[in-house]
């Protein structure tokens, strides 16, 4: 059973107890922190787990993680203090998410999962409800706590003429670059002929055959058609509008007729509604693109880059006017975001390969040739100019070529010594109670849990 907790926990990165189980009659108790209280188990857990993702804790990481669940304890205690709350509908949200990944991450195979982990996935669904609540809580009380934390750009300058010269990191070569993405339309004749195939599906579905079993043979979104094309529950704003007004308006059990966005063509069926949250299933059908669609957009691409290049437009303009607004670029001037950092900086290792190469010779404000990606989940084609802003040499960190980044770091440390001065005011005013076998003396971190702490006894 330890194997099976480990990999739920590595795959679904939720650390759980799993003391809800119904065979579970009495646990040791860790710790007493206000009104919350701490199992030995949860500690085992989230050790557990962080041994497995890193291979190996050092003792003073050990303490730290120790140290963390405590705080996490006290911000769940003053957010219920403070009616700090979390939506049902958010943690639903977020459980379904996890859950059908891990069932993705098994071919879309829930009798794989049931016999993997022995229990249905509504059953860990309801065992791990608490405890993802619960970190959310969490999560959200700290950001309650370090939402009044700001930062001056005099404090920016300080905090970095406080790092020894000898101490500043180096970074590597980076590169700030833009998109402007088209994807290749589908001509009529494939039109056609997925408007047919939907609605012979339609008509097979009426007929009495299994809607989740055609979803599985016909459907084109991988993702869904792997559970029958099942959707999960989902609240408003999760899908497209077009989908999302059919979707809303059918009644229990109800099929709608075809609907069509920029996927294709789907086939939605209401399986149950809970107020604005519903649970749907559907079957999509998506329109083959042709070789001779890819070109067709290829060379519109490349008559859009002579059109920037010769200064006939601007960039920016080029994205509005022919660029996809499905991409988060398009916001943005067709400047990409580092999922990583939050800025719009890539080190050059970080970049798709097939970006990578393209801007490799280019001079800054120079534009690539059309890039074309064909995605094999999906099967889906897109083709985009890629831009390239600015390069960096690697360097010392410096504040002219650096300052976002000093920023955030100086940021990072104000929020510790806030969140810091925070937890000793909350310790003093709390009654606490912490085992002493999680209060080792070679532990720095745990020097102020001591100072408090009124042992419970051993068990």
């Not at 934390?149 to 990191?169: C, G, H, M, R, W």
């Not at 590597?172 to 004749?189: A, D, R, T, Y």
């Not at 979104?221 to 899908?239: C, Y």
Request: glycine share 6%.
């Amino acid at each position: 059973m330890k194997i099976r907790h480990t990999l739920l926990l590595l795959c679904l990165g939720v650390v759980t107890s799993w003391s809800q189980d119904s065979t579970v009659i009495l646990e040791s108790l860790a710790a007493k922190l206000g009104g919350e209280i701490l199992l030995s188990s949860e500690i085992q857990s989230n050790l557990d787990y962080q041994e497995a993702v890193s291979g190996g804790l050092t003792e003073e990481q050990r303490c730290q993680m120790i140290q963390e669940l405590f705080l996490s304890k006290l911000l769940i205690d003053q957010a219920k203090i403070d009616s700090v709350e979390v939506a049902p509908e958010q943690v639903e949200e977020q459980l379904d998410a996890k859950l059908n990944y891990i069932v993705q991450q098994m071919n879309g195979d829930v009798e794989t999962f049931q016999n993997y982990y022995g229990k249905t996935v509504s059953q860990v669904k309801k065992m791990m409800r608490k405890d993802l609540s619960n970190q959310m809580l969490s999560n959200q009380m700290r950001g309650v706590v370090l939402g009044n934390v700001q930062i001056t750009p005099k404090e920016v300058v300080a905090y970095f003429n406080s790092i020894p010269k000898d101490s500043l990191p180096y970074f590597n070569s980076e590169v700030e670059i833009g998109e402007l993405v088209m994807f290749p339309e589908v001509n009529q004749e494939e039109r056609d002929k997925s408007i047919a195939q939907i609605l012979d599906i339609r008509s097979r579905v009426e007929a009495g055959e299994s809607f989740n079993e055609l979803a599985k043979k016909y459907s084109d979104d991988p993702g869904s058609a792997r559970l029958g094309g099942d959707l999960g529950w989902q609240t408003r704003g999760q899908f497209v509008p077009e989908f999302e007004a059919a979707a809303f308006n059918l009644d229990i059990d109800e099929m709608s007729d075809i609907v069509e966005t920029d996927f294709g063509f789907h086939l939605i069926r209401l399986l149950e509604r809970r107020g604005n949250r519903i649970h749907v299933e559907h079957i999509l059908v998506k329109p083959t693109i042709t070789d001779a669609d890819v070109d067709l957009t290829f060379q519109k691409l490349d008559s859009i880059k002579n059109l920037i290049t010769s200064d006939s437009i601007y960039w920016e303009y080029a994205v509005k006017k022919f660029g996809s607004d499905q991409t988060q670029s398009f916001h943005n001037g067709g400047r990409i975001t580092n999922p990583k950092t939050g800025n719009t900086f890539f080190e050059t290792p970080d970049l798709e390969p097939d970006v990578f190469f393209a801007i490799d010779t280019l001079e800054v404000g120079d534009i690539t040739q059309p890039l074309v990606h064909y995605d094999k989940i999906t099967k889906s084609y897109s083709l985009k100019l890629v831009k390239l802003f600015s390069r960096t040499k690697p360097h010392t960190a410096s504040l002219t070529q650096d300052y976002d980044k000093i920023k955030s770091a100086a940021i990072n440390e104000s929020q510790q010594k806030y969140l810091n001065r925070w937890l000793e005011d909350k310790i003093s005013d709390t009654y606490i109670e912490i085992h002493p076998k999680f209060l080792s003396s070679d532990c720095e971190v745990m020097d102020k849990w001591r100072k408090v702490n009124e042992y419970i006894a051993a068990p």
